[in-house]
């Protein structure tokens, strides 16, 4: 069973009190609740509504990370769904059913051992993707944590013609180093006070990305700005109870085990709990050979 999210209560989660001006600054935050079920209060509060969903698993300084089951080996983030044009720039509508956590909190990372990770965050925004724009290509990729640089080889790309169409792995460009070198980086995620539906005043996240300039006219004008209330509003958090058809909730296995962490097959299907464990028990590791540092501020990249 499935809770739609309320008017009132995406209201009160788009309106963000926040301070600071580096992305992850945040001196004060709203207390974000979600639906009935699933209140989002702190990193914690996710725990219980993704581990049917997936596996939680400590991953050196990230902390406490969490990655999808049930998904193809050559998975990525924001590649099943659409961009819906918002007056705070674009959403990412989801179609995977923890979607309404995963790309509107938080950072994606890609590691060695458990290929994609997400590592949770308290701040809801639109999307939380860096862009690239140019050749008639239109980009993105998954913002990362503070620290982490984000390559040419994790965006996706699909024609500026086709951008307002479904997205599937299946029609994204992925790894294309021509393309890469055709296009610039746009990356102008901003907090501003706003005041929208029912007179509320506050600061909120906005992602513009390309924007419509990416557009020729003809194309631009079709796309017609949706209140974000009213995107967000489409979204729904199942309900924690309810398992998805054919995933049963995971706990920690034991590397090298059969469904074990960096065991393909386990990427493609769910696989049940050994007795005894609890699903949102992490196992822990440090970091892997993938991962490149850097002392840029959070959301930056190598162009």
Known sequence: ??????????????????????????SALANFEVS???????????????????TWVEVGSYGRCWRPVGIAVDWRPYCYGHWVWTDCGWYWASDEPWGWACFHYGWWVYDPVYA??????????????????????????????????????????VETSRFSDPIRPNSVVVNNTTIVNKTTVVNNIRRETRTLGGGMHGKVVVNEGPGLGAFDKAAASKMRRVPIQDAARQASVPDRKSPPAGVEPLGVKPRGAPGAPGDMHEQQRGRPAPSGRDAAAPERRGHGGEHERSDKPHGNHEN
């Not at 069973?1 to 945040?26: C, D, E, I, R």
């Not at 914690?44 to 581990?51: E, N």
């Not at 997400?118 to 008639?136: D, F, H, K, N, T």
Request: proline content about 8%; overall charge positive.
């Open 116 to 157: 994609w990770i997400w590592v949770p965050g308290v701040e809801w925004g639109p999307a939380w993707v860096s862009w690239r724009v140019g050749g008639g290509y239109i980009g993105w990729a998954p913002l990362a944590p503070h620290g982490v640089v984000i390559a040419g080889p994790r965006f996706v790309f």
């Open 36 to 54: 009935g079920s699933v209140s989002i209060h702190a990193t914690a509060d996710f725990y219980a509504p993704l581990s049917p969903y997936g």
């Open 1 to 26: 069973m499935k809770t739609l999210v309320s008017q009132k209560v995406w209201k009160a989660l788009v309106f963000l009190w926040v301070g600071g001006v580096g992305f992850g600054a945040v």
